[in-house]
């Protein structure tokens, strides 16, 4: 099959969405990232209409490239000038980049009532600014702007600028959803018309390449992309994470694994899928963005698993509710434990986990059933993974607690206007030692996770690099005021792994306590190569089993 080339516009849409900026170490950054991934285009930004972007451009001369083409992108000419003459296609060749992206307007609408132009010279700028950078050596990415809302107004107008940029010389017509209002069947009839007339027009000499550039306004970003293709477009445009102005782009991470697995159109080296989720991560992370779990392929729960039936089917055949590995991507399988969970839930995590359920002549059906039990007085545990396998090995007797709690005190003190102040004293032993520190913190919580870390500290250094990320409460049931029970969930970080626990109590301090205890418990225990090898191995050991048998 002909392979797809993916075009990358994350550094310049991508920092059109809602709250998305990159600075312009950020973007180089994120450009190695697309170039390992073996992004095709880079479209690195718009020289012509800020100092950051031309920064960015200035960065990415001295680095070296492997599989990407950068791409600086502009407007086509000013009306009334000489394309010589126009700053912002002189910026374009300043950045020195192989490859020219530049948009031009398809629809009479823009031309006339927004632009203030008239049809014939905007036709006149789209060719001159395509001939111009042609001269100058440069790859032409031509980007048809409101393509499809133009070709639907006047077909015969919107097919004439595209006519004007390959005649020009333009290496690539890029079809443009700009407001995202096409739908799939529309983009196939559409770019099968635009085939038509662009071969029987002829195209001196210049082969017709098409490129779908869509938004994801009526979600049919993706969908638009592939339509597409599918009627013959050799480009697709998207951002990582689809991120974008107002509703987005289309995705890469959607894009790419569709394309490449679904439907056997290479589009970026063999071997690269694999580091999509962490691409996808990377790109989140830097714009600071939570990422969404839902997202297809790379998404949290894209492989999660909650209901018991499922669970018990996809130990037996992951295919009867997966529709791909989800390693293909770099994603993982999840099982999660709730009140829908059924004994194969529990089997699953357990062997996940490494906790041998049958030991001490324990079984799962009374596991099952003190889960569901605790979940019923408020306890979540499919958000709260290092709880679940400290409770596993508790029922299971298997628990062996890295340090205990002999006793704790917090103060809280508040003199008038004066902010609060906590100071919290714990009494924990490690074997036969007994440890007493005291410390102080912006709350009750961090006075009492300070002074367990302070007293924790003397027998394991290690845990300077274990972070509190994430402390959430909620009251489980809002009927009771002020006597309510809460909920707290801890989310606790290394450097190699994310990890959740719970508490729940009346008493705030109290589900805190048990949170925040949990979390140190899991991170000592995988410290001391417990649960975290036994985990990995089970997991590596259960994907292997599952998907070898397709
Ligand atoms: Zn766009």
Redesign the pocket.
């Known amino acids: 099959m002909k392979p797809i080339l993916v075009y990358d516009t994350t550094l310049r ?1 991508g920092t059109q969405g809602e709250n998305i900026t990159f600075t312009a170490d950020e973007k180089l950054k994120i450009a190695l990232r697309l170039d390992e991934m073996g992004i095709h285009h880079i479209e690195g930004g718009w020289p012509g209409s800020n100092p950051r972007d031309i920064r960015f451009f200035d960065l990415a001369k001295r680095e070296r490239f492997t599989n990407a083409r950068i791409t600086a992108f502009g407007s086509t000419r000013k009306p009334g000038i000489e394309a010589a003459d126009d700053a912002n296609l002189q910026a374009i060749l300043r950045t020195e980049t192989p490859s020219a992206a530049i948009f031009g307007k398809s629809w009479p609408l823009h031309v006339e009532t927004i632009m203030d132009n008239t049809l014939s010279e905007n036709l006149a700028m789209i060719a001159d600014s395509v001939a111009f950078l042609k001269s100058h050596g440069r790859e032409v990415i031509y980007d048809a702007e409101h393509f499809f809302d133009g070709f639907k107004d006047d077909p015969g107008y919107a097919l004439k600028t595209l006519a004007a940029a390959l005649h020009a010389g333009a290496d690539f017509i890029v079809l ?1 959803d ?1 407001n995202g209002g096409t739908l799939p069947h529309e983009v196939e009839s559409i770019v099968q018309a635009v085939t038509r007339d662009l071969d029987r027009g002829g195209n001196d000499g210049n082969r017709l390449r098409l490129g779908i ?1 869509s ?1 994801n306004d009526c979600g049919m970003a993706a969908a638009n992309a592939i339509a597409a293709v599918n009627c013959g477009a050799v480009m697709v445009h998207g951002t990582i994470n689809g991120y ?2 107002r509703c987005g ?1 289309a995705d890469l991470t959607t894009l790419i694994p569709v394309l490449s697995a679904k439907m056997n159109r290479p589009c970026i080296p063999e071997g690269k899928l694999g580091g999509l989720k962490s691409l996808s991560r990377y790109v989140s992370e830097t714009a600071n963005i939570v990422p969404l779990n839902t997202r297809p392929f790379v998404g949290r729960s894209a492989f999660a698993h909650k209901g018991g039936i499922h669970v018990s089917a996809i130990m037996k055949d992951p295919r009867a509710y997966e529709h791909m590995n989800p390693e293909t991507v770099g994603n993982q399988r999840r099982v999660l434990m709730s009140d829908l969970a059924g004994k194969s839930n529990v089997e699953y995590k357990a062997r996940e986990m490494g906790v041998d359920l049958q030991a001490n002549g324990c079984d799962s059906k009374t596991i099952v059933a003190a889960i569901k039990q605790m979940e019923d007085e408020g306890y979540q545990f499919d958000v709260a993974d290092g709880s679940f396998q400290i409770m596993l090995e508790k029922f299971t007797e298997q628990f062996k607690p890295l340090f205990d709690l002999e006793s704790f005190r917090v103060t809280i003190e508040k003199d008038k206007d004066l902010p609060c102040s906590a100071h919290a004293t714990i009494k924990i032993s490690v074997g036969d030692t007994q440890e007493i520190t005291a410390a102080e913190g912006l709350g009750p919580v961090s006075a009492l996770d300070n002074a367990l870390r302070k007293a924790l500290g003397n027998f394991y250094p290690d845990l300077d690099s274990m972070k509190l990320v994430d402390f959430k409460v909620r009251v489980v049931d809002g009927r009771d005021g002020t006597e309510a029970k809460v909920r707290v969930f801890i989310e606790s970080r290394d450097k190699d792994q994310i990890w959740s626990t719970i508490g729940v109590s009346e008493d705030i301090i109290e589900a805190s306590w048990q949170a925040l205890a949990d979390s140190f418990q899991f991170k000592l225990a995988k410290e001391a190569g417990q649960a975290f090898d036994a985990s990995h191995k089970a997991t590596a050991q259960n994907l292997k089993l599952g998907w070898s048998m397709s």
């Open positions: 849409d443009c700009t550039h938004h974008g102005e782009n």
